[in-house]
């Protein structure tokens, strides 16, 4: 009989993380999806424990006094490990430091292998990278729809934008699938578009030669598929000779600052938005003289928090908008609470998504802040489903937005109307969401 | 005093850390031929981190002083008593008889000191696996889960540590309290008249077997965490420490940092 991994996926020290839990318990405090299904088995520790014992079950030496694990029991473990957002909450507060995000991801790559996984939602994902080059089920050729209008001189917010295709540029702005296909999110891409033009920034796009970053690939499993795409991705943007790379999105960035240099050398520096506008305001090429009266709450990305650091950034870009007033909600940080679209749990567990949405928007609206701040379009997205479940009344921004708006001189309102209350956040062709 | 089959208890006890080394030797075979490789460099980031974060549990005092603390009372209590048999054990077959070393702990000071010893870190001990069954069954904190693993270790652990204490009353009832510091055991010098117990090595075979049950069941149980969790603590600090995770201005491929200059 097969195992029900391909165990050669994990290394040693994933084995002695599955080793060195002691069901502690200080995951269930946090765990987003936890707190929507409290069941052990979407626990870290229930996890840990269930993947354990599968491990000797199998494979260790008193494996024939051991009762094998049935099929559905296996599909049941399979289950539990993609009921996660991968969010690294459990990582921030697993007192034996266990690297939960890497071990989850390792466990996924091995179910792939051993053809257990991923869940059919994210197959279909996978299945639309490799059709349409997005996740989003949408064609190539509108990714740069986004941009159309100002290509044709009539946007009134943005000037053309620059194909690096057709003249070379020190920044690249790496828009990501997100805010290129999503109807209701494209405004961060041209609200990023206005801000790099107000700083007078020599940047471009890739207009439709911009390909998927493929996270999603990684986070449900597909290792060995990502591989392939992320390097011939690296040679293509090694080949540009930028200096900086910059991103919308916050999965997007970690996969190209994090992952990629896993793959291949990257010859550029790799920013997210926040950390360029804080760069370009800290050397004044971006000078805000509009006011923005407006309180505000900051959402963490995960992925740009927790697993890339990167806190301090986007609350100083906040704080040198002139009008908006910050307040924390009680979880932010390295504590933040994940809006649960990561990681594949919107594409395989969208109810589970939905209440976690939910949970972060009362949180936020505790706070009495009039707008709820991220700086991800895929949080956006995914706030933005809890907003409407919830029927709240907070405003669901972009960081751009906020910034945008405060390029002219005046007191400003924010650049860009809310969407309807119930709209959908995604086009109404498209399929299941995808995950950052 | 010792066991009057000294040579008995300790056959008993290689047996008892051969099975433990079978244990982790297992797992460790096991690790060599399922998994991939993976790169363990900078012994000095790893010994820092064992010796400081790993067995100090820093991360957990960050979360909690409580369960830090019972944590530590449990952790420190049994690794301190381990030492000390260890040391009676080197004592009995190691350190050579008639010397220096060897008289001070067979005079009164020195079997008066290991007695404390004994004591203080036995007693730590048992307030760490009081204060956790309380905090399990009593409180019920939510956090907590029990399985059968999680009752045994605990469990486990509170007999030895009383029968231990109960060995050490034995010991003080025949050989006399007047000069001991042994605080504890003079405290459980009921139990083997409350017992019956005719023979005063009965207590230390009950607390000796138990002791080495226990040592042998540490990598098949829940236990068996105290091997693995400060390792994987080392291994995480010294990876961070030789690649730090990035910052808020800090992202970028190698390369990209070699070339440097000025930012767009």
């Not at chain 1, 690249?172 to 997100?178: D, N, P, S």
């Not at chain 2, 000071?109 to 004994?118: D, P, V």
Request: aromatic content about 8%; overall charge negative; hydrophobic content about 45%.
């Amino acid at each position: 009989m097969s195992d029900s991994l391909d165990w050669s996926r994990l290394s040693w020290r994933h084995m002695l993380e599955l080793e060195a839990c002691a069901r502690c318990g200080e995951c269930q405090t946090m765990c987003p999806v936890f707190e929507q299904d409290s069941r052990e088995g979407v626990l870290p520790r229930g996890k840990a424990r269930g993947y354990k014992s599968l491990l000797h079950g199998e494979n260790s030496l008193l494996r024939l006094l051991r009762r094998r694990p049935s099929d559905d029991e296996v599909q049941g473990l399979v289950s539990d490990l993609y009921e996660c957002s991968v969010c690294g909450q459990c990582r921030e507060v697993c007192p034996v430091e266990i690297d939960t995000v890497e071990l989850w991801e390792a466990l996924r790559a091995a179910t792939v292998a051993a053809d257990k996984g991923p869940l059919p939602a994210h197959q279909a994902l996978y299945q639309s990278i490799q059709n349409n080059d997005n996740p989003w089920q949408q064609p190539r050729t509108s990714r740069d729809r986004w941009a159309t209008r100002a290509a044709k001189g009539k946007s009134a917010e943005i000037e053309p934008v620059a194909n690096i295709a057709e003249r070379t540029a020190e920044v690249l702005y790496f828009v990501g699938c997100t805010a290129a296909f999503d109807m209701n999110i494209k405004q961060v891409a041209v609200n990023t578009v206005r801000v790099l033009q107000a700083a007078e920034v020599d940047f471009a796009i890739l207009g439709q030669e911009e390909h998927c970053c493929c996270s999603v690939m990684l986070r449900v499993g597909l290792r060995d598929q990502f591989g392939e795409r992320a390097q011939a991705h690296i040679e293509q943007l090694n080949s540009l000779g930028i200096r900086t790379l910059v991103t919308s999105c916050a999965g997007c960035f970690k996969t190209i600052a994090q992952d990629y240099p896993r793959i291949a050398p990257l010859d550029f520096e790799v920013l997210h938005i926040s950390q360029f506008m804080l760069r370009l305001m800290e050397e004044g090429r971006l000078t805000l003289e509009g006011e923005v009266p407006l309180s505000v709450t900051y959402h963490d990305p995960c992925h740009l928090g927790r697993h890339r650091g990167v806190y301090d950034a986007p609350r100083e870009v906040l704080a040198r908008v002139p009008g908006v007033q910050l307040v924390e909600m009680a979880r932010n940080r390295e504590r933040a609470r994940c809006c649960g679209a990561g990681g594949g749990l919107k594409a395989g567990f969208p109810d589970v998504q939905d209440r976690i949405s939910q949970s972060r928007v009362q949180e936020a609206e505790a706070t009495g802040a009039e707008a709820l701040v991220s700086s991800c379009p895929f949080c956006y997205q995914g706030l933005q489903v809890g907003i409407n479940s919830s029927g709240s009344a907070l405003r669901m921004m972009d960081l751009t937005e906020v910034v945008s708006a405060a390029l002219q001189k005046g007191t400003q309102e924010a650049v860009s109307p809310p969407p309807a209350p119930g709209a959908d956040a995604v086009p109404a062709e498209q399929d299941e969401p995808v995950t950052a | 005093m010792s066991y009057e089959h000294p040579a008995l208890f300790y056959l008993l006890a290689f047996m008892a850390v051969a099975v433990l080394a079978v244990g982790l030797g297992a797992r460790v075979l096991l690790w060599r031929k399922l998994a991939s490789t993976d790169t363990v460099r900078g012994g000095g980031h790893f010994l820092r981190a064992l010796l400081g974060p790993a067995i100090f549990q820093t991360r957990l005092l960050r979360l909690s002083r409580v369960r830090w603390l019972i944590h530590m009372a449990i952790f420190w209590g049994f690794l301190l008593l381990f030492v000390e048999s260890f040391w009676l054990m080197a004592l009995q077959w190691v350190v050579p008889e008639g010397g220096a070393t060897a008289r001070f702990f067979a005079d009164s000071t020195g079997e008066a000191i290991l007695g404390l010893w004994g004591d203080v870190w036995g007693l730590v001990l048992l307030i760490g696996l009081v204060a956790a069954l309380v905090r399990r069954y009593a409180v019920r904190s939510p956090q907590l889960e029990t399985l059968l693993e999680d009752a045994v270790a605990l469990w486990f652990l509170l007999v030895v540590t009383l029968t231990g204490f109960a060995a050490e009353g034995a010991r003080l009832a025949l050989e006399g309290e007047a000069t001991s510091w042994a605080f504890m055991g003079r405290g459980f010098m009921w139990v083997k008249p409350a017992f019956g117990l005719e023979d005063p090595m009965t207590l230390f075979w009950i607390h000796g077997i138990l002791s080495l049950l226990l040592i042998a069941y540490l990598p098949y149980s829940k236990l068996g965490h105290v091997f693995a969790a400060p390792v994987q603590i080392a291994l995480r600090r010294s990876a961070r420490e030789r690649a730090p995770a990035s910052a808020d201005r800090a992202c970028g491929g190698p390369r990209a940092r070699e070339r440097g200059g000025e930012p767009a």
